[in-house]
């Protein structure tokens, strides 16, 4: 049973334009909801965390909505850009035990 | 570079053959994570170190699988009798002693059991 479900699966999106990954999970010992953006043969790079008691937290152009009661959150990327085609990871921590659970990656395709 | 550094790069074997992998975190990191992903999926959680403890194993690490941390510092992950499931990146990780346990990702080891 995977504890973090990831949509979509891999996303195209035009240079300019708003790419939005969602996650979902049903854990609510979950503590620390990190992304993750991995480009191939690396490891994956934190981009943006947030904890469950903010709804919204902004660092450039990426951003991310956490809806607790909905138990989902999402990255949003505005104004993609080419660079930005890798594939990203959700995850999430379990509290008190430092496991983290990771979903099973959005691979996102900017289009120039 | 100060960053997560992970000895070998690659790793071809022949199916039976026990494999050793090295993990050296950021010097300041307490915290260690061993991870595996497969092609087309997130990293899976294998084990996790404070300072020197093995503080959590996952239950998909099967007993040919152990891993070691001696004083702290770079960590160890053996597989023993390789399979070809076993195939895979092991991908480490270590995070400091802040509450926000961030966790900062190694390069990762590519193994392909032939």
């Known amino acids: 049973q995977q504890q973090v479900k990831q949509s979509p699966q891999s996303l195209i999106v035009q240079k300019g334009g708003i790419s939005i990954i969602n996650c979902a999970y049903e854990?609510?010992?979950?503590?620390?909801f990190p992304w993750y953006q991995q480009f191939p043969g690396k490891g994956p790079a934190l981009l943006i965390a947030?904890?469950?008691?903010?709804s919204e937290k902004k660092e450039g152009r990426f951003t991310i909505s956490f809806n607790k009661s909905a138990k989902q959150f999402s990255l949003h990327i505005m104004d993609s850009q080419p660079g930005d085609s890798a594939t990203y990871f959700c995850?999430?921590?379990?509290?008190?035990?430092?496991?983290?659970?990771f979903g099973s990656g959005t691979k996102l395709n900017v289009k120039p | 570079d100060t960053g997560v550094s992970q000895d070998p790069r690659h790793k071809i074997t022949k199916r039976g053959q026990n494999v050793t992998f090295r993990c050296d975190p950021i010097?300041?990191?307490?915290?260690l994570y061993w991870y595996r992903q497969t092609l087309g999926q997130g990293p899976e959680f294998l084990t996790y170190?404070?300072?020197?403890?093995?503080?959590?194993k996952s239950r998909l690490l099967s007993d040919r699988f152990s891993a070691e941390r001696p004083k702290g510092s770079f960590s160890t992950l053996e597989i023993q009798r390789t399979e070809q499931g076993d195939s895979a990146m092991y991908l480490c990780?270590?995070?400091?002693?802040?509450?926000?346990?961030?966790?900062?990702f190694g390069p990762g080891t590519r193994l392909t059991v032939t």
């Open positions: 170190f404070q300072n020197e403890a093995q503080l959590e």
């Open positions: 854990n609510t010992a979950f503590d620390y």
């Open positions: 995850a999430a921590r379990l509290y008190n035990f430092n496991k983290f659970y």
């Open positions: 990780a270590s995070s400091g002693r802040s509450i926000s346990y961030e966790q900062y």
């Open positions: 010097s300041e990191h307490n915290r």
């Open positions: 947030i904890r469950p008691d903010v």
